[in-house]
């Protein structure tokens, strides 16, 4: 069933440092085979979402303190983020994050660390991420840091498939990419949820970017959402328009 939820965030509040309210009862809603955009300015509490979901606030001394979170029916805020790696929820964070030392195919062969299927499985695996991203084979015997922001972005995410997600929470996959580039990582993002349908959660500031390519959008203010709906609905609205996209 497509249209039942996949991931479910009810109403959740973070707290940091146990006295900064961050979120404010914030819910939303990832179908099965979905690109969901998570929209708003800096500091809105998109990144703080994402963690909440993959459980990576408790290193930056934030606390989901109300609210669930809840993945094909079972409540999983309490797992680590590796037990959410096996489920199949996996987080590429802000930044692009690659091993500078490693290959760009070592990055690569790290994401299937969760796995324990054959080595000619993985093997398999690595060769279709190639057919997403074929400017990571070019580059495979690369250190990774020596390569260019936008292909570490693409090392970040073909990593990530690499686990065989069902869910990315993708984190800022535009931020410092020229126009371009931006536009080939979201043509390779909708490419994986097609092919592979893989349901994306992405963060963006880039709110133009985003909704042509997701199917739906929820816009943050100050950790609260303050609207959401179809993508092509969202595109339409002349609030959106005025202050997400530039134009009036
Ligand atoms: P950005 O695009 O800048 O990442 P964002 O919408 O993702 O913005 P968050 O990073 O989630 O926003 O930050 C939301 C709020 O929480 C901001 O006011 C930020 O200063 C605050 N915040 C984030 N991390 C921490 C932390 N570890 N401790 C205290 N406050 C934090």
Redesign the pocket.
């Known amino acids: 069933n497509t249209n039942e939820a996949l991931l479910e965030v009810n109403n959740i509040e973070v707290i ?2 146990h006295v ?1 309210l ?1 979120l404010k009862g914030v819910s939303l809603c990832v179908p099965h085979r979905g690109i969901t955009a998570l929209l ?10 994402l ?1 909440a979901i993959s459980n990576l606030l408790k290193s ?3 606390e989901v303190t109300k609210g669930s979170i809840v993945y094909r029916g079972d409540r999983v805020q309490d797992l680590s983020p590796a037990d959410l790696v096996r489920r199949g929820v996996i987080q590429v964070m ?1 930044g692009r994050h690659c091993f500078e030392h490693l290959t760009v195919e070592e990055n690569l062969m790290t994401g299937a660390y969760t796995r324990r299927d054959s080595k000619a499985e993985i093997r398999r695996d690595l060769d279709r991420v190639y057919t997403y991203f074929p400017r990571l084979k070019d580059r495979r015997k690369s250190q990774a840091g020596y390569t260019s922001g936008g292909e570490q972005q693409m090392t970040a995410i073909g990593r990530a498939l690499m686990s065989r997600p069902e869910t990315i929470l993708l ?2 996959p535009s931020m410092g990419l020229a126009p371009q580039l931006v536009e080939q990582i979201f043509e390779i993002v909708k490419a994986v949820n097609e092919g592979e349908g893989v349901a994306f959660l992405l ?1 963006e ?1 880039n709110t133009n970017v985003a909704l042509r390519y997701a199917h739906y959008g929820y816009i ?1 203010e100050s ?1 609260r959402v303050v609207m959401d709906g179809p993508a092509k609905d969202l595109r339409e609205n002349p609030d959106v328009k005025e202050f997400y996209l530039g134009m009036s």
Do not use: M, W
């Open positions: 940091y440092n900064i961050v708003g300015g800096n500091g809105a509490g998109k990144t703080t979402t963690k930056e001394r934030g802000e984190d800022e963060a500031q943050l950790g």
